[in-house]
């Protein structure tokens, strides 16, 4: 079993935002956030976010399938290598 103490969160990506409800204080982020424990890991996730008194609060998500970085995008780690020169040897 992992804990959080085994985790080391090393990059994130927000692959989309849909801000179709904002006005209702509703929003949707889909983001891939990598880790490491005990290997590599990834968590690829549709949340939904709402807006009360002022500040944004996660509300739950969806879990996805793990999310394909292409080879000619940048890393996720922040490199500014492409993903192919770095993470994806």
């Not at 880790?35 to 939904?48: A, F, I, W």
């Not at 739950?60 to 000619?72: A, H, K, Q, T």
Request: net charge positive; aromatic share 16%.
């Amino acid at each position: 079993m992992q804990t959080i103490h085994e985790t080391q969160w090393r990059g994130l990506k927000i692959l989309k935002t849909d801000k179709s409800q904002i006005s209702q204080g509703v929003g949707y982020v889909e983001f891939a956030a990598f880790y490491k424990s005990k290997g590599d890991g990834q968590l690829h996730e549709n949340s939904k976010f709402i807006y009360e008194n002022g500040q944004w609060y996660y509300f739950d998500g969806v879990i996805l399938e793990p999310y394909s970085v292409g080879r000619n995008e940048a890393c996720w780690c922040g490199s500014k290598k492409k993903y192919k020169k770095c993470h994806g040897k």
